[in-house]
């Protein structure tokens, strides 16, 4: 079953879409429109719905914040509806000329999503007629992700930096150290909405956000722990006694899990050992 939301603030308007799947969570997105700016795209599973949106929206740009393939499920369709250009970070256009294959989970969650080659890298802002959004990279859940800020209204578009307080599956490229870096970057800044691309916050979104560095910085600190104690992941696991949602986990060939979480941490401390 398809749903379809819609989310005003201020200028910004907020297109949910998603599906429920039978006995399991809805999974959906939010696509995000302001001054002629779309923010990504969606996800392929709900284009139906998502063209006939665009197609009434007068866009003049399209900014994506990661490849994901949430986010860009549907680049190419509202191109051609538009005929605009489509603006990435640099990594994020090299990555969708050729995309990652996904996991059957992925597929079966979202949908594939094609390669689009035309991306054009922009670094430090992106400019609408009536607002300045600087971008900022938000590397860790995925290397290419940008935030956008638009300081004078004190917008946050936040990509997946947030999602919810805590983390309920790891993707297998995940970094749990940089994104402990890339929300105190975040929080850096003087925002008082979070416009996140699937849970945004409109009332107290630092703290939410908070709340999420939290919870990854006592991660990382108790899997450290007993890594130094020199315990392997697996153990690491049971010994946390952390639960494996098995349905997802398997689904996903293992590239979806909560293991992958224990993993990334101690690969960051790897890598930071031979930094
Ligand atoms: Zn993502």
Not at 92 to 103: A, D, F, R
Not at 150 to 163: R, T
Request: glycine share 4%.
């Amino acid at each position: 079953m398809v749903i379809s939301e819609k989310l005003r603030h201020e200028a910004v308007t907020g297109f949910k879409f998603g599906r429920k799947l039978l006995g399991r969570p809805k999974m959906y997105s939010y696509l995000y429109f302001i001054d002629g700016l779309l923010i990504d795209t969606g996800q392929r599973l709900v284009r139906k719905q998502v063209l006939p949106v665009t197609n009434e929206l007068p866009i003049t740009q399209i900014f994506i914040t990661h490849h994901h393939e949430d986010h860009t499920g549907n680049i190419k369709p509202i191109q051609e509806q538009h005929k605009c250009n489509v603006f990435g970070s640099e990594e994020c256009s090299s990555i969708m000329k050729n995309p990652p294959s996904l996991s059957f989970a992925q597929q079966f969650t979202w949908g594939n999503r094609e390669s689009f080659a035309e991306i054009r890298p922009v670094k430090d802002s992106i400019a609408t007629p009536k607002h300045n959004f600087q971008l900022i990279p938000i590397p860790g859940h995925a290397p290419d992700m940008i935030a956008l800020y638009e300081p004078d209204k004190q917008w946050l578009f936040s990509a997946d930096l947030y999602i919810n307080p805590y983390i309920g599956y790891f993707l297998k490229t995940e970094s749990i150290a940089e994104q402990i870096a890339s929300i105190k970057t975040i929080l850096l800044l003087d925002f008082k909405v979070m416009f996140c691309s699937h849970n945004p916050q409109l009332k107290n979104p630092r703290q939410q956000l908070r709340k999420k560095l939290d919870f990854l910085e006592v991660s990382f600190d108790t899997v450290a722990e007993l890594h130094k104690n020199g315990l392997t992941a697996t153990q690491i696991f049971k010994e946390l006694q952390w639960k494996e949602n098995h349905f997802v986990k398997t689904l996903s060939g293992g590239q979806l899990s909560k293991l992958n979480m224990v993993r990334s941490i101690i690969r960051d401390i790897e890598n930071r050992a031979l930094s």
